[in-house]
């Protein structure tokens, strides 16, 4: 790349790195294509993949894709499946022949063991989220029924024990750290592009 009398150089690239024909003087083109500085074009680029500000294809502010089951619906779903539990526990230590009994029983053992697998793993939209909680809920439910018949030792009460306590334990975990991160507060983000210094003095 050599230099031209008139401070010009050539050879497919800008001052700035970038590979753009034509000559430039001094890190502008001469040849009537407009300017588009570096932080501007990954800045538009982000918009036109992401509909928003500063985050790549479709990500919310915490990192997550915008398809995803939102945070306030996992917090609830908790809830209502811990709650569902608990009244299953009542029902079978009050009204163990209740009609309300096999709806809850029902409903626990297609969806508690494949939730706690999922309060484990990356957020996934709503309906992915759904139909993996019963797949793997119904799969667990197989697993443990197959497991205790060949040991003879088949009876409702250790099956449930043995899906619900640890079902129990993990889903009570998420709820709790969910809890604790709401209440920690959302954090500040940090502007990398066009940063003046200006955020890390406040």
């Known amino acids: 790349?050599?230099?031209?009398?008139?401070?010009?150089?050539?050879?497919?690239?800008?001052?700035?790195?970038?590979?753009?024909?034509?000559?430039?003087?001094?890190?502008?083109?001469?040849?009537?294509?407009?300017?588009?500085?570096?932080?501007?074009?990954?800045?538009?680029?982000?918009?036109?993949?992401?509909?928003?500000?500063?985050?790549?294809?479709?990500?919310?502010?915490?990192?997550?894709?915008?398809?995803?089951?939102?945070?306030?619906?996992?917090?609830?779903?908790?809830?209502?499946?811990?709650?569902?539990?608990?009244?299953?526990?009542?029902?079978?230590l009050l009204a163990p022949h209740s009609p309300v009994r096999p709806a809850v029983a029902f409903t626990c053992l297609a969806l508690l063991p494949g939730w706690a697998v999922l309060t484990r793993l990356a957020p996934l939209d709503a309906a992915t989220t759904v139909g993996l909680a019963i797949a793997f809920s119904l799969a667990a439910d197989l697993l443990v029924a197959v497991a205790l018949v060949f040991a003879g030792a088949w009876h409702p009460l250790p099956a449930a024990l043995l899906l619900g306590v640890p079902s129990v334990g993990l889903v009570g975990h998420d709820l709790y750290r969910r809890g604790a991160q709401r209440g920690a507060g959302p954090t500040r983000p940090v502007s990398v592009l066009g940063s003046t210094g200006k955020d890390s003095a406040r």
């Not at 590979?19 to 501007?40: F, K, L, Q, T």
């Not at 995803?68 to 569902?84: G, H, I, W």
């Open 1 to 92: 790349m050599t230099p031209d009398p008139a401070g010009r150089e050539f050879g497919g690239r800008d001052l700035g790195g970038r590979g753009r024909p034509g000559p430039v003087r001094s890190g502008r083109p001469v040849d009537g294509e407009p300017w588009v500085d570096s932080a501007a074009t990954i800045e538009i680029n982000m918009l036109d993949r992401a509909g928003r500000r500063g985050r790549p294809d479709g990500d919310d502010a915490d990192g997550r894709r915008a398809d995803t089951l939102p945070e306030r619906a996992r917090v609830a779903v908790d809830a209502v499946l811990l709650a569902a539990v608990a009244v299953l526990a009542v029902v079978v």
